[in-house]
C-alpha cells in the first residue's frame, strides 16, 4: 500500500519543486550572482545551511504524517494501525534515504575534481557549472524515479537492480586508485565529434561566436559530461533508495535534498578529498548491503528490513570508512613528516 500516492500528492510535488526552483533562483541569482571562487568557510555553511533544510523538512514531513495518519479512515481501518509508530517510520525511510544519497553523491565529487582538472576550469566558474548541472540531474532524477516507481513494482526488477546493486559494490572494491584520463572516455570522444568547440574559456559563457558561427566553451562540455555521468550514477542511487522506502514521495524529495547540497559539498571537500582515500569501501560496502536487502534481507524479514538496522547499518559503514580515512592519512602524514625530518 503507497501511503502517498501520487494522484492525491500531486499538489505536494509541485509545491516542492516551486520551493526548490526558488530557492535555487535565489543561490544563483543572489548570493551567487557574481562568479567568484567558492571558498571552505562559505562552501561550509551553504553545506550547513542544506542539511539543516534537510532536517526541517523530516520534522515537518513527520508531523504532518502523524496528524494525516492519526484521522485519515483508510488508514485507521487497518488493524493493529498506529499513527506514531507509521510516522516514525517515514521519517527514518527519508532519514535514511537522504544519508544514502549524500554518500553515494561522494562518487559524484570526484568525477567534478576530475572534469574541472582536465578541461582546467578556473574555481570562479566552476560553481556556474554546477549550478546547471545540478538543475539537470534534479529533472533525470525526477524521471528515474518515475520510472521506477512504476518498474520496482514488479519482483524480477527488484531482484536485476539488487544484483547490479551488488557487482558494482564488489567492482568499487577493486577498482584502482590510478587517476582517470578523460581523453580516452568515450563520452569526451563522442563530444567531440558532435560538436564544434572553442578551445579557449570565454569567461562565464558555454557558448562562443566566431565569423557567425557558434562553438561551445569548454565549460558547456564539462557540463554536458556531468549530465551524463549523473545519469550513469543515477542507474545506481534511484534503486539504492527504492530498496529501502516504497514511496516515491520519499524517494523523491530526500534524493532532491541530498543533490541540491552537492555543490557546497563539493567545494568544501575539493581540497581534501585526498585525505579520504578509504570511503569507497564504505560506499562500496553500503551499495551491496542495499543490494542484498532488494534480493534477500527484505523477504527474510517479512518483505521489510527494519528501516532503524538499515539506518545504522549504513551510519556504521560510511562512519567507520571515515574514520579509517582520517586516522590513516595522520599517520601517513606523520611519517612523511618523519622521514623529512630525518633527511634533515
Do not use: C
Amino acid at each position: 500500500m503507497i501511503l502517498f500516492p501520487f494522484a492525491e500528492y500531486w499538489w505536494f510535488y509541485l509545491g516542492f519543486v516551486a520551493f526548490v526552483l526558488v530557492v535555487l533562483a535565489l543561490d544563483l541569482g543572489v548570493f551567487h550572482k557574481n562568479a567568484h571562487e567558492v571558498s571552505f568557510r562559505e562552501a561550509s555553511i551553504w553545506t550547513t545551511v542544506w542539511i539543516s533544510l534537510a532536517l526541517v523538512f523530516n520534522l515537518l514531513f513527520y508531523y504532518y504524517a502523524q496528524w494525516k495518519f492519526s484521522v485519515d479512515p483508510r488508514y485507521l481501518a487497518i488493524p493493529g494501525w498506529d499513527p506514531s509508530a507509521q510516522a516514525q517510520n517515514v521519517a527514518l525511510e527519508f532519514l535514511t534515504g537522504f544519508v544514502v544519497e549524500k554518500s553515494l553523491a561522494i562518487d559524484n565529487i570526484f568525477i567534478f575534481a576530475v572534469v574541472f582538472g582536465y578541461f582546467a576550469i578556473p574555481k570562479m566558474y566552476q560553481h556556474r557549472i554546477l549550478f546547471w548541472g545540478i538543475l539537470g540531474a534534479l529533472i533525470f532524477r525526477g524521471i528515474f524515479i518515475a520510472l521506477g516507481s512504476v518498474l520496482m513494482r514488479y519482483e524480477w526488477v527488484v531482484i536485476f537492480f539488487g544484483g547490479l546493486l551488488i557487482l558494482t559494490g564488489i567492482k568499487m572494491y577493486f577498482a584502482g586508485t590510478e587517476e582517470t584520463d578523460l581523453s580516452k572516455n568515450f563520452l569526451i570522444k563522442w563530444m567531440r565529434k558532435v560538436f564544434r568547440i572553442h578551445p579557449k574559456i570565454e569567461g562565464q559563457h558555454f557558448f562562443h561566436k566566431i565569423d557567425g558561427l557558434w562553438y561551445v566553451t569548454p565549460l558547456f562540455i564539462a557540463l554536458i559530461f556531468l549530465e551524463l555521468s549523473d545519469i550513469i550514477f543515477a542507474v545506481d542511487s534511484v534503486p539504492a533508495i527504492f530498496a529501502l522506502t516504497k514511496e516515491p514521495l520519499i524517494v523523491f524529495t530526500s534524493n532532491i535534498f541530498a543533490i541540491l547540497g552537492l555543490r557546497s559539498m563539493y567545494f568544501m571537500l575539493a581540497g581534501v578529498m585526498d585525505r579520504f582515500a578509504y570511503i569507497k569501501y564504505g560506499l562500496a560496502s553500503v551499495l551491496i548491503f542495499v543490494g542484498l536487502k532488494m534480493v534477500y534481507l527484505n523477504h527474510a524479514f517479512g518483505g521489510k528490513f527494519p528501516i532503524t538496522w538499515s539506518l545504522a547499518i549504513i551510519a556504521v559503514l560510511i562512519g567507520g570508512s571515515i574514520v579509517v580515512s582520517i586516522l590513516i592519512d595522520a599517520r601517513n602524514r606523520k611519517l612523511e613528516k618523519l622521514k623529512i625530518d630525518a633527511g634533515h
